[in-house]
């Protein structure tokens, strides 16, 4: 994987030295609210890490790359971003976004995931990209929409998280839609 630059951001590899940074992200119960996991103690942030540096290119089912997300103007990691395959005979992928709150309501997460969406579709010839979230995140399902990416479901009470029956949101674009936005 290379790394990407934007107007303020640098997405690269994980690297070790990421880790105080990653742990600030991880550890914080009003980051993971709305995810899978978490709060996470550092062996778990150390794991992620691990996985996180191993995951550079889109070469099989379940394969991901992913990006530490940095401000260049302050050298501070931020964010972590992700593309998956979720069918390589469909050409899908998905993604994923998590930012240090300090970080959010910036325009950042936007930055990010945008080279997201260009790299998927555009280097990777994906078709089809989709996000999800839990219904309630609104945060997460507001990048989504500022993406352009479509609401195509909503899932009542279809998975069973952190204790509690949630609802789902799924948002997706496809690579002729991804064109035209460009164009427009
Ligand atoms: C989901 C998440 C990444 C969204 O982050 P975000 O900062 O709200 O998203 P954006 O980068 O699009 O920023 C949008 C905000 O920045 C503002 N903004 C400020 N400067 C901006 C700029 N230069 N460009 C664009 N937007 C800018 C926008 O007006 C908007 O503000 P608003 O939220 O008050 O309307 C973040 O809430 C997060 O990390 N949550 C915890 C983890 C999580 O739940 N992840 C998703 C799992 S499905």
Redesign the pocket.
């Known amino acids: 994987m290379e790394p990407i630059v934007t107007k303020?951001l640098l997405l690269r590899q994980f690297v070790i030295g990421d880790f105080e940074s990653l742990r600030d992200i991880q550890s914080r119960p009003?980051?993971?609210?709305?995810?899978y996991w978490g709060p996470r103690d550092d062996d778990e942030v150390r794991k992620g890490l691990k996985l996180r540096q191993s995951r550079t290119s889109l070469d099989g089912l379940d394969s991901v790359i992913e990006y530490a997300v940095v401000a260049r103007e302050s050298g501070l990691l931020i964010?972590d971003v992700q593309i998956a395959l979720v069918s390589a005979e469909y050409r899908t992928g998905e993604l994923?976004?998590?930012?240090?709150?300090a970080?959010?309501?910036?325009?950042?997460?936007?930055?990010?995931?945008t080279e997201l969406l260009r790299v998927g579709f555009d280097e990777l010839g994906l078709h089809r990209i989709i996000?999800?979230?839990?219904a309630r995140?609104t945060?997460?399902a507001?990048?989504m929409g500022?993406l352009g990416m479509r609401r195509e479901a909503h899932f009542r009470r279809n998975e069973f998280v952190k204790g509690e029956w949630c609802d789902e949101l799924v948002y997706a674009m496809l690579a002729e839609e991804w064109a035209n936005r460009q164009t427009r």
Do not use: I, Q
């Open positions: 303020r009003e980051v993971t609210r709305f995810l964010g994923g976004f998590v930012f240090h709150p970080h959010h309501g910036l325009g950042y997460a936007r930055e990010a995931t996000g999800r979230c839990d995140n945060a997460s507001g990048l500022r």
